[in-house]
């Protein structure tokens, strides 16, 4: 099991990330995740120094990809922090809201603080969370690069096609669809590892039903809309079964 949460937790580490595409535009983001998480993934076995040598070589692979991507140098950080002057009614209203959220959260912390640290702690423990939720994580953004790759081809034919309705209507399909793929990949995966396969097809059902593509959007939008599913469901499927096999659970 140690070694079922490391394997899955570190690939996420590097593999989440790579699906957000931060190594490009947001390199810091990626350079400071993977570590992060990885710290996460290895605390239980903090006193054993394997799994702090492979959490290198995750760091290691995450920095060579923002390296490659950047070979002339990192760019800054990107982003500043600012506290506006808030003045007159609105910031009076501002002031109160957040009073009253942080006496929520001290209230909450204070009857619920040891039950939830308790549980927290089981959970940070629990080897079989740690490859669910890892193998979740690269079902989901792992599986948008895969799926991002898989429709490439398809995506640069539409962009070079000239330019008419079928092709503003075939890119605006395609823009539309990042959010959707998160999701669709969420839930085939939550479902495909509770052992409900029967579920997973309703999830694909109702996408059909919601964005399938019309005679609008040109054969160009169709491929597209079957490369990204079937590369959906794959990478969901594998992670699903090889969650499950890694718990000692059967695939399916």
């Given at each position: 099991m140690e070694t079922a949460r490391l394997f899955f937790g570190l690939v996420a580490a590097v593999l989440i990330p790579l699906g957000l595409a931060w190594q490009g535009?947001?390199?810091w983001r990626m350079a400071a995740f993977t570590p992060a998480y990885g710290v996460c993934v290895v605390a239980p076995y903090g006193g054993d120094g394997k799994p702090w040598l492979a959490l290198s070589v995750a760091a290691l692979l995450s920095l060579g990809f923002v390296l490659?991507?950047?070979p002339t140098g990192m760019p800054d950080v990107g982003f500043t922090v600012t506290l506006p002057l808030m003045v007159g009614r609105l910031a009076r209203t501002r002031r109160v809201s957040v009073v009253a959220l942080l006496g929520a959260v001290g209230i909450a912390v204070w009857t619920a603080g040891p039950a939830v640290v308790s549980l927290g702690r089981e959970l940070l423990l629990s080897d079989t969370v740690a490859v669910f939720v890892s193998a979740a994580l690269i079902s989901v953004f792992g599986g948008g690069a895969l799926a991002k790759a898989a429709t490439g081809p398809v995506r640069r034919e539409i962009l070079a096609l000239p330019d008419s309705p079928e092709r503003r209507a075939a890119v605006e399909f395609m823009n539309a669809g990042r959010a959707?793929?998160?999701?669709?990949r969420g839930l085939l995966f939550a479902f495909l590892a509770a052992?409900?396969?029967?579920?997973?097809a309703l999830v694909?059902?109702?996408k059909s039903l919601a964005r399938v593509p019309t005679s609008d959007h040109g054969k160009h939008a169709s491929e597209?809309?079957?490369?990204?599913t079937l590369a959906s469901v794959i990478a969901s499927l594998a992670m699903s079964m090889a969650a499950r096999s890694a718990v000692g659970l059967p695939v399916l």
């Amino acid at each position: 099991m140690e070694t079922a949460r490391l394997f899955f937790g570190l690939v996420a580490a590097v593999l989440i990330p790579l699906g957000l595409a931060w190594q490009g535009p947001h390199p810091w983001r990626m350079a400071a995740f993977t570590p992060a998480y990885g710290v996460c993934v290895v605390a239980p076995y903090g006193g054993d120094g394997k799994p702090w040598l492979a959490l290198s070589v995750a760091a290691l692979l995450s920095l060579g990809f923002v390296l490659w991507k950047h070979p002339t140098g990192m760019p800054d950080v990107g982003f500043t922090v600012t506290l506006p002057l808030m003045v007159g009614r609105l910031a009076r209203t501002r002031r109160v809201s957040v009073v009253a959220l942080l006496g929520a959260v001290g209230i909450a912390v204070w009857t619920a603080g040891p039950a939830v640290v308790s549980l927290g702690r089981e959970l940070l423990l629990s080897d079989t969370v740690a490859v669910f939720v890892s193998a979740a994580l690269i079902s989901v953004f792992g599986g948008g690069a895969l799926a991002k790759a898989a429709t490439g081809p398809v995506r640069r034919e539409i962009l070079a096609l000239p330019d008419s309705p079928e092709r503003r209507a075939a890119v605006e399909f395609m823009n539309a669809g990042r959010a959707i793929g998160l999701l669709e990949r969420g839930l085939l995966f939550a479902f495909l590892a509770a052992g409900q396969p029967e579920a997973a097809a309703l999830v694909l059902a109702a996408k059909s039903l919601a964005r399938v593509p019309t005679s609008d959007h040109g054969k160009h939008a169709s491929e597209y809309f079957l490369i990204g599913t079937l590369a959906s469901v794959i990478a969901s499927l594998a992670m699903s079964m090889a969650a499950r096999s890694a718990v000692g659970l059967p695939v399916l």
